[in-house]
């Protein structure tokens, strides 16, 4: 069996349509997380999907931000991060901390705000998203330029597991492998690029 595609498109060509390239790379389904540096009135947090483990030995993950978004510059000064792994329940968070404010959610880091986010013990600069399906506190323990991206690895220093189904980004929409076992169609979302704030 061989596989035919319509077009071929190189990168490096000129009038390369960087909007198709974007729309393939959405091709890929991936999970949705909340990176969060800091905490109380430093505390700032992003929505992102280019998430991945590292390393089981020892425990690594990376996270890969824009060089424009000020996540960025918060994470090239910081020494820890948390990363919360979202559950079909929290569609509101991803919107909300993508820059689409959402009622019931405080539009600045409020106390309201903050009251969504749990501390964690020993670690100062640390919060992470209640009723997440995982949970991850890490030191950061390299950086790598990618392009216009900065890869951030991080080493695991506490996480935690729920039973939380979790949420679930492809091709420009959100859905839950919940709602896809039922044949629910997912609903429209924001694409996930890294803010510039």
């Given amino acids: 069996m061989h596989a035919q595609a319509r077009r071929i498109d190189e990168p490096n060509a000129a009038g390369f349509d960087e909007r198709r390239f974007r729309h393939a ?6 999970g949705v997380v909340v990176l969060s540096t ?3 009135e430093r505390l700032h947090a992003m929505t992102a999907n280019a998430f991945m483990s590292g390393s089981l030995r020892p425990p690594l993950i990376v996270v890969s931000v824009g060089q424009r978004a000020r996540m960025h510059e918060r994470l090239m000064a910081s020494a820890l991060f948390g990363v919360s792994v979202l559950s079909d329940a929290q569609e509101a968070y991803s919107r909300h901390f993508a820059g689409e404010s959402q009622s019931g959610l405080a539009s600045n880091f409020a106390p309201l705000f903050t009251a969504h986010f749990a501390p964690v013990d020993g670690l100062a600069d640390v919060v992470l998203l209640e009723h997440a399906a995982a949970r991850f ?3 950061v323990v390299d950086r790598h330029p990618c392009g216009d991206h900065t890869l951030f690895v991080g080493e695991v220093l506490v996480f935690s597991l ?3 189904p979790p949420l679930v980004f492809f091709g420009g929409h959100y859905a ?9 169609s997912p609903s429209a979302g924001p694409a996930l690029a890294a ?3």
């Fill in 25 to 30: 790379l959405g091709r890929f389904a991936t």
């Fill in 38 to 40: 800091g905490s109380g």
């Fill in 137 to 139: 506190a890490a030191r």
């Fill in 162 to 164: 729920d039973e939380h």
């Fill in 176 to 184: 839950s492998l919940e709602a896809a076992r039922g044949a629910a």
């Fill in 195 to 197: 803010r510039n704030d």
